[in-house]
Structure formats: C-alpha cells, structure tokens
C-alpha cells in the first residue's frame, strides 16, 4: 500500500447516538469503496469494525474500531485515504468515544431519521467542538417506519443552529426512499437497493423540483455569505457554479461555520458513494490546522508550543488508543502529528524519556493489518508490542521534544467490589485487569485500604459486566460482583479531657504510662492534629511520639462501628511515667486509653461521603429525576434545559447512589446517564447511623479488643 501525502489524508470520527447505525455505515462505506468483498452488517457479527467477542455477541460498538477506504472523488487526479474511527454510542461506553475522537480532524455525526436528535448526539457535538472539529450531520436509517427528513431535520436546526444546513435531499420516504438529491450538482443519485453503493445519475423527480431549487438556493446564500467573493458573485449572477460552491462550502466546513446534512440508509447502502465524495470533496485534511497544539513539558500547566503538521518538521508521533491483545500482545494505534514515520525507526517516548522501536508499522483494517513502510504526516497507524508506550503518550524526535495534551475523561460514575472466585482467580487478578486498564482510560481498579476491598469502577453497570466478561473469557479469571461497602468515617461533635492509664505489674519490669489530653472537633476535612502541650517533662520527649502512636492506631480502628475517626484535635499537656517500668509501649496504650475514654465523652457522630451528582436526560424527565433524587436524601442543587434536554446538579449520599444507574436506566428508557464524583463528608441522620453501627458493631468490637490486646 502506497503511502498517502497529508492533503490526501481524511481522518473521520463516526459518532453518534448508540443504534443510530455508525458501524452498519462504516461497513457500507468500506464495501463501496471496495475494501471488503461483500456487506458486513451488524446484525450477522460480520462488520470490519465490530471484531470483539462481546461486540458480535451485543450487537453495540463497546471500543472504537479503526479502518481506511481509498476512494477516488469525481474530477480528483488520484485517491485519497479516508480513515474512520468508528466509535460507542452508548453513554457507558462514551469515554471511549471521547478519548478516540482526538485522533480525527472532523467528525460525521451520525442520527437516526426517525428519532432526531438524542442525549448523545449533543454530547459528541461538545467533544468535536473541544477538539475544534468540523462536523456533518448523516441522517441515517432513511429506509426505516417513522423516518422523516422534514422532522430530523427541524430537530438538528432547534439544537444547533443555522449553520446546519441539508446539501442533499432524499427522494422517496420510508420503504420507497431510493436516493437522494445532490444540491450542488442538482442531480438526481438513484440506487439500487442493496447494491453496490454507488449512484445512476438522473434529472430531479419533477415532484421534487421546486423544493430541491429553493433549498439550493439556501445552500448558495449561507455559502455566499461567509465569503466576500462569493457574496459579490452571488449578487452579479444570481447563484454560484457548482465548483465554486463545492470550494466555498469546503472553506465554510472547515472553518466551523456550516454543518452539511446528508441523508442514507446504510443497511441498503443507500447513498454510500456520496458520503465518500463529500468526505473527500468538503471534509479538511489534516494539514487544515496548520500546526498541532503541544506542551514543552508533560505538565498540563507547562508552556504551549505548536508543531506544522507537516512531513519536514521533526517526527512526532501521539499514541490516542491501546488495544490488550491476548496473542499479539499490546497494540497501539498512534497518530502521526508531524513528519514522516518510517518502518524500523527508534522514536523516543518523551513521557517516559525511554527509546521505543517502530517495527512493522500497519494500517488497521478492523482486527487485520497491513504492513506499510512509512506514515506521513497526519496519517493514522498501530504497532504492536511497545515496550512501555501507553494511551496518551506522545514520541518522537528525541532532540525535538513536545507533548501533546490528553484527552479529559471524567472519574467513574459506579464502583463494584470484586471478589475472585478461586485461589487461582486471585493470582491472575491483577495482571489480567492491569492489561484491561491499559486499553480502557474510564476503568479504575484499586483496594480501598478501609474497607480492603478490591473495587473496579466504570461508567456503567453494562461497562462493569462487559470488562468481567472479557476477563472470563480472554484470561481465565472468574469474578462476583458485589456493592461496595460505604467508606463510612467517625468523628466528634464535642469537646473531652480524658485520662489514659496502663499499668501491669508482673515478675521483672513492669509497664506504666499515663497521660492526659483534650479533644475538640476540627471542621471537615483537615484529618487529624496532634499538639505536644507537655511542660515541666511530666512525659519524656521520646515517650510523646508513642502516645501519638498510640491514639492515631485507635483512631484508625473507629470507635462506634469500625470506622476511621477524622477531623478532630488532640492536646496531649500532662501525665506521668516510672524510671524503670515505663516505655513506649506502655505510653502507646496509655495513649490508646486515652483516646477512647475522651470518644465517649466528645458526641462520636458518623459521616458519610456526599458526592456531587449530574444526570442528563431528555427533559421529559425533570421532575422524575428531580423527584427520584430527592427521595434518596439528595440536594438538588440546580438544573439546566438545553435543546430538548436537562442537566440536574445535585449533592446525594453515596450509600444511596450505589443501585442508582439502574434505576436511571429504567426511569428513562435507557436515554439517561449521569456522572460522580466525591464532594465532601457530612454527618449521618441518627436513625441510619444507628442501624450502619448496628451492623457494623459487633465485628467491630471483636476487632478492637484484638488490636488493644
């Protein structure tokens, strides 16, 4: 395979509502430009892009998949390579859509014809607007009952403006929709349903004449007004040539002004040889960016600098996605920002300041490669088995360092804790979820050191289930899922002045220490601060450091159920100690005593984390949200409409979130998803305290007196 130039490059991100048809597109896509030899389609598992077990299994996209068409546009001198990033569009998996999107220079949001804009059409709008990508809209499933261009086409205009603006319109609705209305070329593309995807030129259906010439002359204005050349032809004559308009649309696109909106249907390649000219014709290459924006240091906070994208400048190379291979090992797929990458060559990895060897560079076809002996400049490859390189990393020139900034993924909104089912399970546990870890950026696992637990968190309960399935079957690790326990903490409400004394006196030396203290609460957050108020040496100075031993380890233990006790002050200012039978021990118990003499005295109370909570759904469901929270003791802390869909802020208990993403889930159809993160600690009603102590009690005081003793 020949080696692409950069203004021959086309890097596209399929994003989109989850069902809405990407990966069926993609695979249509490929099939029209003839890089598979039939139509792979979702429903058999035989798409290029869904290869994964669980994919072909639920039939949904769970990572990005990653393939190229070459394709050669009406009056083009040569091809060009399009590659496509096929991405989830279930909110569980969007991180992965996130964190793959970097990689593309423009992105073809995909949307069902029948149900319009959705939850996650605006959520991969926001993330091309971060990246700053020019965007298309394709309206797919064209074919489909209830499809309505006129419909799909109004929601896209309320949600984003008039900037989005149709280039094509279909000809025949539902089951009879058999081709579309070029509005550049005023030509009519017929096709023959399931066919090969590519177009009969004819004259528009005189049905459809008056309505496709005035909204070409739509598309003519809003071309015409971002252009002052354009606007003063458009004035001289009228309209605009058809090459003249291709150009201005191009430049409009490009600079993020319009948002072309093409209509197919994918499962009877309908319009395929279409998309694949406008992606050619009118999406930029990479080079439209001018330079890449990089760091001089991996610090995100470091100094900006910028690198052309271009194959004279000095090789850099940023790796957007890892894919843990159980045969091949690790594969990276990495973009080329600047430069010319070629087989065989030594790139250092900047963030780790360590060399890594390029060997048999591919282009990926789905799981299947091709080996190639360069990349240019803004082309899209994988290479397996890097040493050390993960997601996010950028290589290069080592006398030309830069670093290119990551993608921002938000912390896990769900939290299982795991339990391995056998002695075997718990030896390949971590290994096998570290390799799992390495390919998924919205993946966390960890012990959480109160609680001992081992806890993965994900994006979603499907997200869980989909890793533990991938464990059982890539590496043989069988898992239980179960809720998390609440990492529940102690702390004070009052003041104490208490007394610890530890005295036993048996054959030989004896022990003795006693000691006196203060305790008084401290606000949220600040842990633990212990004084030294010792005066006249009533307790040695290198006695003092095993009181504070001795009251920090039994606060660590909890008091009331086994909890950390936080946020509070002890004053150590007297006591008293024997020349020969005291030590540090004696005084670490003494301490201990102390301790839990001054915790009856001082109102323990139980705090819970509180975590700051974001759910978006359609806006049919504000009040049942608002409503659901409130009942989980939550604090509803704003909300926000937006085009068809509500953001609702609220401050909840995490005891009370941990089946919340079902219930969202069935609340809302499946349309809803929601984020969190820990916010603060805050006091537990008496009547739950009660019954958490309760629970956790008598475990609790076996604990204690085993550590005191």
């Known amino acids: 395979m020949k080696a692409y130039t950069t203004d021959r490059i086309r890097n596209v991100g399929i994003v989109g509502h989850g069902d809405t048809g990407k990966t069926q597109l993609v695979s249509s896509l490929l099939f029209t430009a003839g890089m598979t030899p039939r139509l792979g389609k979702v429903a058999e598992g035989t798409t290029v892009t869904d290869w994964d077990e669980e994919e072909i299994a639920r039939k949904i996209s769970i990572s990005t998949g990653i393939a190229y068409a070459e394709w050669q546009a009406p009056g083009q001198p040569e091809k060009t390579k399009i590659n496509f990033l096929d991405t989830p569009g279930y909110s569980t998996f969007i991180n992965e859509t996130k964190a793959s999107l970097i990689g593309a220079d423009a992105a073809l949001i995909v949307v069902d014809a029948a149900t319009g804009v959705q939850v996650v059409t605006e959520k991969v709008w926001d993330y091309a607007t971060e990246y700053e990508q020019p965007r298309a809209f394709v309206l797919n499933w064209m074919d489909r009952d209830l499809a309505s261009f006129e419909r799909a086409l109004s929601s896209l205009e309320q949600v984003f403006g008039r900037g989005v603006v149709p280039i094509q319109l279909p000809i025949g609705a539902e089951k009879n929709f058999r081709g579309v209305i070029d509005l550049i070329s005023m030509q009519a593309l017929v096709y023959t349903p399931d066919g090969d995807g590519k177009a009969k030129i004819e004259e528009i259906p005189q049905d459809l004449a008056e309505e496709a010439k005035a909204a070409h002359e739509k598309l003519v204005e809003m071309v015409a007004e971002g252009e002052d050349e354009l606007m003063q032809e458009f004035f001289e004559k009228g309209t605009l040539p058809a090459e003249d308009l291709k150009k201005g649309l191009h430049e409009e696109v490009r600079d993020k002004k319009i948002f072309p909106v093409l209509v197919t249907s994918a499962l009877r390649n309908i319009g395929s040889d279409a998309i694949l000219n406008f992606l050619v014709e009118i999406f930029p290459s990479p080079a439209f960016r001018g330079e890449a924006a990089g760091l001089k240091s991996s610090d995100r906070k470091g100094e900006t600098i910028g690198r052309k994208i271009s194959d004279s400048e000095p090789l850099s190379v940023f790796a957007f996605k890892t894919i843990a291979d159980p045969f091949a090992g690790r594969i990276t797929y990495f ?128 997200h869980i289930d989909v890793v533990v399935a991938k464990l059982r079957k890539r590496y043989h690790v069988e898992l239980t899922l179960k809720p998390p326990k609440v990492p529940y903490r102690e702390t004070i409400r009052g003041k104490a002045d208490a007394e610890g004394k530890h005295k036993k006196q048996t054959g030989g030396h004896g022990q003795f220490g006693l000691c006196r203290i203060k305790m008084e609460p401290l606000p949220r957050g600040k842990g633990i601060e212990f ?70 005295q001082a109102r323990p109370a139980l705090l819970e984390p509180i975590m700051q909570v974001e759910v978006y759904a359609p806006d049919q469901y504000s009040g049942d949200l608002m409503g659901h929270l409130s009942g989980r003791r939550g604090k509803i802390s704003g909300s926000e409409t937006r085009a068809g869909s509500v ?36 006091f537990v009603p008496q009547e739950l305290a009660e019954k958490v102590i309760a629970a956790h009690r008598p475990h609790h005081l076996e604990e204690g007196e085993a550590a005191l003793a």
């Open 647 to 682: 953001v609702v802020k609220a401050l909840v208990p995490l005891s009370e979130m941990l089946s919340y993403a079902n219930e969202l889930t069935s609340m809302t159809q499946g349309r809803g998803s929601y984020t969190m993160e820990f916010s603060h600690y805050d």
């Open 335 to 462: 973009k080329v920002m600047s430069g010319v990458l070629k087989n065989d060559a030594t790139l250092q990895n900047f963030n780790r300041n360590s060399p890594e060897r390029f060997q048999h560079i591919q282009v990926m076809q789905g799981k299947a490669g091709t080996e190639v002996p360069e990349l240019r400049a803004g082309d899209i490859g994988a290479i397996s088995k890097l040493k050390d390189t993960v997601t996010g990393e950028t290589l290069g020139d080592k006398n030309a360092p830069i670093f290119y900034p990551t993608a921002h993924i938000p912390e896990p909104s769900i939290t299982f804790a795991i339990e391995p089912k056998t002695r075997a399970d718990e030896d390949r546990i971590g290994v096998s979820i570290h390799k799992i870890l390495e390919e998924d950026l919205a993946l966390r696992f960890g012990r959480d050191p109160q609680t001992k637990e081992f806890l993965l968190s994900g994006a979603g309960q499907q």
């Open 531 to 600: 004084i030294d108020d010792i005066f006249g040496g009533a307790i040695p100075k290198n006695w003092i450091p095993s009181v504070e031993k001795g009251i920090r380890e039994s606060a660590e233990r909890g008091y009331l159920a086994g909890f950390p006790v936080v946020d509070f002050r002890v004053s150590l200012y007297d006591g008293k100690y024997h020349d020969v039978d005291s030590s540090d021990i004696a005084f670490k118990i003494a301490g201990s005593l102390a301790f839990r003499e001054a915790m009856k």
